[in-house]
C-alpha cells in the first residue's frame, strides 16, 4: 500500500531552509531618518537615508550599518559580502593565535628505569617549553600499590629533574591506583608576575 505524498503543513516547507539573518542591516533594511557615514570613499558626516543610499549605489556598493547603537547608526559604504569575508578571516586569525594549553600526560610505574625516566623528561621538558601543562603520574598494578613511597619518589625526582622549565602545582597525591602530580610551564607563571 502507497502513502499519498505528505502536503506542507502552512507555508512550512521541511525540504526550503529558512534564508539566514543578516549579521548587519544593509540597503534597504535600514530604516532611520539619517545616518552617520564613515570609510575610505566618503566624506564623513550625517547624511540623509536617501542621500547615502544614493551615494551607495553610485559606488555600486552596498550601503552597511557598522555600529546601530550610535546615534544616529554610522554606517559604511562597501561590499557587503567582501566585509563578511575579511570579518570571517580576521576572527580565523585570532581564533588561531589563542593558542589553549593542553595537558599531557606522561606515565610512570614504580619501577621505571633510568633510562625511561630520563626519555620521559626529555618529552616532558618539551612540553613544557611549548607552554603545555604535564601530568606525571604513576601507575600501580596489583600489589605495586604497596610501594606507594617509589611512586611518590618517581614523581619528585621528576618534577626536581624538571625545575627549570617547570613547576609543580602540588605534592603528589593518590588517586585509586594512580599517584599524580601536575606539572605547569615556569615561563608563563613569570609574565603573570611581571
Known amino acids: ?30 530604516r532611520v531618518p539619517q545616518v552617520r557615514l564613515v570609510g575610505d570613499n566618503v566624506e564623513v558626516g550625517v547624511y540623509s537615508i536617501q542621500e547615502a543610499m544614493k551615494m551607495a549605489q553610485e559606488q555600486q556598493l552596498d550601503l552597511v550599518e557598522i555600529s546601530p547603537q550610535a546615534d544616529p547608526p554610522v554606517c559604511k559604504i562597501i561590499d557587503y559580502n567582501k566585509f563578511l569575508y575579511e570579518k570571517k578571516k580576521k576572527e580565523k586569525e585570532m581564533k588561531s593565535k589563542s593558542k589553549t594549553a593542553e595537558v599531557k600526560e606522561i606515565r610512570f610505574t614504580p619501577g621505571t628505569d633510568d ?3 630520563d626519555f620521559k623528561a626529555r618529552h616532558a621538558e ?6 603545555n601543562k604535564v ?20 614523581l619528585l625526582k621528576f618534577a626536581e629533574r624538571l625545575a627549570e622549565v617547570g ?4 605534592l603528589p597525591k593518590l588517586e585509586g591506583k594512580r599517584m599524580l602530580m601536575i606539572i605547569s610551564p615556569k615561563g608563563k607563571q613569570k609574565k603573570k608576575e611581571g
Open 1 to 30: 500500500m502507497a502513502f499519498p505524498p505528505r502536503q506542507p503543513r502552512g507555508n512550512f516547507n521541511p525540504r526550503f531552509k529558512k534564508e539566514q539573518q543578516q549579521e548587519h542591516r544593509t540597503n534597504n533594511m535600514i
Open 115 to 117: 633510562h625511561d625516566f
Open 126 to 131: 618539551s612540553f613544557l617549553k611549548e607552554g
Open 135 to 154: 601530568k606525571a603520574y604513576v601507575q600501580f598494578k596489583g600489589r605495586a600499590i604497596m610501594f606507594k613511597e617509589r611512586g611518590e619518589l618517581v
Open 167 to 170: 613547576q609543580p602545582e602540588g
